[in-house]
């Protein structure tokens, strides 16, 4: 593990938060029927909002890596 490389893939936070919308509802048709996140740049979406902070989470070519 080398400790020079600062910016760390791991780090929750440095994502913008306009990236982020959410929390969203599914319809209540829906059974089991959750909230989600889902960022707004490459449109991926999660359950769990820690996700949308993990820059692994984005594709390749969301705005997040810019
Ligand atoms: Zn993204």
Redesign the pocket.
């Given at each position: 593990m080398s400790t020079s490389n600062s910016t760390s893939e791991n780090s929750i936070g440095s994502i913008k938060k306009e990236?982020i919308s959410g929390p969203h509802w599914e319809p209540p048709t829906i059974p089991n029927a959750t909230t989600y996140w889902r960022?707004t740049?490459?449109q991926?979406e999660s359950t769990c909002e820690q996700d949308l902070h993990r820059e692994r989470?984005?594709?390749p070519s969301?705005?997040?890596h810019q």
């Open positions: 990236h960022c740049s490459c991926r989470f984005h594709a969301c705005e997040v």
